[in-house]
T-cell receptor, first 114, second 112 residues
């Protein structure tokens, strides 16, 4: 089946640092999404991207839909302790139905030291 | 009111038992999903329903049977539970016009 390669698998950073993570796919995607999951909770949508080259911000978060449609990245600026969690990329491939089946990356575990 | 609520939150049961997990949404979304998250946090789709109709079944053992009695509910029944079924199961919903799923807070199933 389809796979999304998300990297890095984990990050340990100091409060105030910027963070960057990315996702690549072997196939073309029409939609890229970024989610954050906190312990004991389900993933929560952070940013959705629908067009190749699109750059979207949500507060300190910025994500881009790669021009090739096979990759996306997420940046977090000036990290704070509450940014801790697992970040997932997810994509819907070009051949997907309108029912929205998403494929998820393996997740990036972010730890922020105060 | 929780948008997507799952019950129970935790479920510990013995091998061979049959159990059900329930999901209810008050968002009015047409499409509902079951995802399984394994111990490595990998999220894998299991089933999808659109307006009570099964549209995605991702090679899940037939011990797993989803049921959607109405558009607001999607339940998951598991027969003859096995150790490998231990995982967190998430219900999610999606509106018609975009791909931002809303997830429930998960059901942690432990089979002993």
């Amino acid at each position: 089946g389809q796979q999304l390669n998300q990297s890095p698998q984990s990050m340990f950073i100091q409060e105030g640092e910027d963070v960057s993570m990315n996702c690549t796919s072997s196939s073309i995607f029409n939609t890229w999404l970024w989610y954050k999951q906190e312990p004991g909770e389900g993933p929560v949508l952070l940013i959705a991207l629908y067009k190749a080259g699109e750059l979207t911000s949500n507060g300190r978060l910025t994500a881009q839909f790669g021009i090739t449609r096979k990759d996306s990245f997420l940046n977090i600026s000036a990290s704070i302790p509450s940014d801790v969690g697992i970040y997932f990329c997810a994509g819907r491939n070009a051949g997907g139905t309108s029912y929205g089946k998403l494929t998820f990356g393996q997740g990036t575990i972010l730890t922020v030291h105060p | 009111d929780t948008a997507v609520s799952q019950t129970p939150k935790y479920l510990v049961t013995q091998m061979g038992n049959d159990k059900s997990i329930k999901c209810e949404q008050n968002l009015g979304h047409d499409t509902m999903y079951w995802y399984k998250q394994d111990s490595k946090k990998f999220l894998k789709i299991m089933f999808s329903y659109n307006n009570k109709e099964l549209i995605i079944n991702e090679t899940v053992p037939n011990r797993f049977s989803p049921k959607s009695p109405d558009k607001a509910h999607l339940n998951l029944h598991i027969n003859s539970l096995e150790l490998g079924d231990s995982a967190v199961y998430f219900c999610a919903t999606k509106p018609t016009d975009h791909y931002g799923y809303t997830f429930g807070s998960g059901t942690r199933l432990t089979v002993v």
